[in-house]
């Protein structure tokens, strides 16, 4: 189940349709990582490079030239070589490019330097994702370097540089219903990670047993890598936001914090769940579990079109700060602690962000300095949580170093909303006559 490349040729030429008739876009595939030594990490390409191309392999260029005769599309990739094909495995190669990816040009990734700079001439704005590769802004300059100087010859000329992401953010932000198709897949998949974990969980194992568990969902599910370092915090470790350690050993009484989601073709998920170790949670444990629940349910039931995004972080930060007031936690009226953003101590992220091929996916939030209104297609993540630091001598020691946050994904539908992220135990009911359950 992979985007459809007509889909993709789509996506390219609504982008060019945005670009100026004279102007030309760039865009690189991610480089290959060494991890150690002559060990490279698993190759994964660049998410607007796959979004405009569908192609996987490395060492490969597209330009995007509206109105030109010879070819809006040109793609650089690798040659075919039989030697280099034995040890690292088959390239499309050139040639076979143009039928299946629908470009109407390809050349050897080799000829870039003489080819490249013909492309730029009479090109008023090249657009590229300015900033986010020094080698690959390196390269873009090099390269009007050249074109300038054989423009100094009389054959054309060349403007300015334009950053790519004020066109393609907003294309990616909306999902078509295939994305969304693939992003459902992620969703299935990372839930049945986080079943798996929560079932090995148990007091006197180690917080990596459950990351296994959650590994061997994902690659059997047809992922082959999580979206992003999975977070596995147990006890104190569940207070770190992006705790990735992973080690402990799990104790009797500890909360237990899994945030971890597939990729799945390229398209990500975001699950977080907190459950207790021994299948039961304490009286301390529940409350503000409770709380962070009924701030995560009224913050997904709001999401509707034309509802600013801002609104769902407000509402959120409203319950969550009552919440923590009733209980004793923060001290004052509701509209001072407001005010004073008292919970800022407590629960210190927003709500959520945008997701897609990345797990904090493009897109702005603002629009002229305005939350921007929510429309069919977006796909954001609800993750309230409320974190108590063991080291907070201001609060009596029973509620030191619980840590709860609650996550799901959430699609901006039609006529509401659609949680991606279903199936995992979700109340405190649910989460512990799952645990408990006899298998």
Not at 10 to 30: E, H, I
Not at 111 to 117: F, G, N, R, T, W
Not at 136 to 147: E, G, P, S, T
């Amino acid at each position: 189940m992979k985007i459809a490349q007509k889909e993709i040729g789509r996506r390219r030429k609504k982008l060019m349709s945005l670009m100026p008739r004279n102007a030309v876009a760039l865009l690189k595939s991610a480089p290959i990582k060494v991890r150690n030594s002559d060990v490279d990490y698993l190759y994964r390409q660049d998410s607007s490079f796959y979004y405009l191309t569908g192609f996987e392999e490395a060492d490969s260029f597209l330009v995007l030239i509206p109105g030109r005769s010879l070819g809006e599309v040109v793609l650089f990739c690798q040659p075919k070589n039989k030697l280099k094909e034995l040890w690292q495995g088959k390239v499309m190669g050139p040639a076979k490019a143009v039928n299946e990816l629908g470009v109407d040009q390809a050349f050897p990734i080799d000829d870039i330097q003489d080819v490249l700079p013909r492309l730029l001439f009479e090109r008023g704005k090249i657009y590229y994702p300015m900033g986010l590769d020094e080698d690959f802004d390196k390269q873009v300059i090099d390269l009007v370097h050249a074109a300038r100087f054989q423009d100094k010859l009389g054959v054309g000329s060349l403007g300015q540089l334009q950053p790519l992401g004020e066109l393609l953010d907003e294309l990616r932000l909306l999902k078509s219903h295939a994305e969304i198709e693939l992003m459902q897949r992620a969703a299935d998949i990372t839930a049945e990670g986080h079943r798996r974990a929560m079932k090995a969980c148990r007091p006197g194992v180690h917080e990596y047993v459950m990351e296994a568990e959650l590994m061997y969902a994902f690659v059997r599910g047809g992922s082959r890598a999580p979206a992003y370092n999975s977070i596995v915090g147990a006890g104190d470790n569940a207070c770190i936001l992006h705790y990735i350690e992973n080690k402990a050993e799990i104790r009797d009484g500890d909360l237990v914090l899994i945030d971890a989601g597939c990729e799945y073709q390229h398209y990500a998920s975001d699950v977080t769940r907190t459950f207790p170790a021994n299948g039961k949670f304490s009286n301390e444990q529940a409350e503000i579990y409770e709380i962070v629940l009924a701030a995560q349910i009224a913050a997904i039931e709001a999401i509707k079109p034309g509802v600013p995004w801002g609104t769902l972080q407000d509402i959120s930060v409203r319950i969550i700060t009552a919440g923590l007031i009733k209980l004793g936690l923060i001290e004052g009226e509701l509209s001072r602690a407001l005010k004073d953003e008292a919970y800022k101590e407590f629960y210190m992220h927003r709500v959520g962000h945008w997701i897609g091929m990345d797990v904090h996916d493009v897109g702005n939030y603002k629009m002229a300095g305005n939350w921007r209104p929510l429309v069919p297609g977006m796909v954001t993540t609800i993750e309230p949580g409320i974190y108590i630091s063991p080291n907070n001598r201001r609060l009596p020691k029973k509620w030191r170093g619980i840590g709860v946050r609650i996550e799901d994904d959430v699609l901006v539908t039609k006529t509401g909303h659609r949680i991606l992220s279903k199936g995992i135990p979700k109340t405190i009911v649910e989460i512990e006559a799952f645990m408990n359950e006899q298998t």
